[in-house]
């Protein structure tokens, strides 16, 4: 009965400090998945610093007439406001003019670090549009 005791004590003390410690499985899993958000910061870095080509189309949004546009990023599209100076918005408004609902077309922009919150309290990302070169 005794020898019964110490085994059921030493099994659960091996089996308790098991489950505390990650399986080489999860420490893969950990790691990719640091990989992964290292990657997103990455690409939001770039965004913030250089001007890249955006995926965008007109989908103008029925709670707030402010969002006019969608970017999409990484797969899933996102109501964005789009701000510039006046010629910068002249220049995207000429090219946008005749587009059709849910369109898509490419367009460089920066992404600015202030967000646009909109009627009903929601928050949206700001593309800036560059200067003319």
């Not at 019964?4 to 489950?19: D, E, G, P, V």
Request: contains cysteine; hydrophobic residues 35%; negative net charge.
């Amino acid at each position: 009965m005794r020898f019964m005791r110490i085994s059921l004590i030493i099994a659960l003390i091996l089996f308790l400090s098991s489950c505390s410690t990650l399986t080489p499985r999860s420490q893969a899993i950990k790691r990719s998945g640091q990989g992964v958000d290292r990657a997103f910061r990455s690409s939001y870095e770039a965004l913030y610093e250089h001007q890249v080509d955006i995926e965008t189309r007109f989908n103008p949004c029925s709670c707030d007439p402010a969002l006019e546009f969608e970017a999409r990023f990484y797969g899933q599209w996102r109501h964005v406001i789009i701000r510039g100076s006046d010629t910068a918005m002249t220049r995207f408004r000429e090219k946008v003019r005749d587009l059709e609902l849910h369109q898509e077309f490419d367009y460089s922009f920066y992404l600015s670090d202030e967000l646009y919150t909109s009627t009903t309290g929601q928050s949206y990302y700001t593309l800036i549009l560059p200067e003319a070169e």
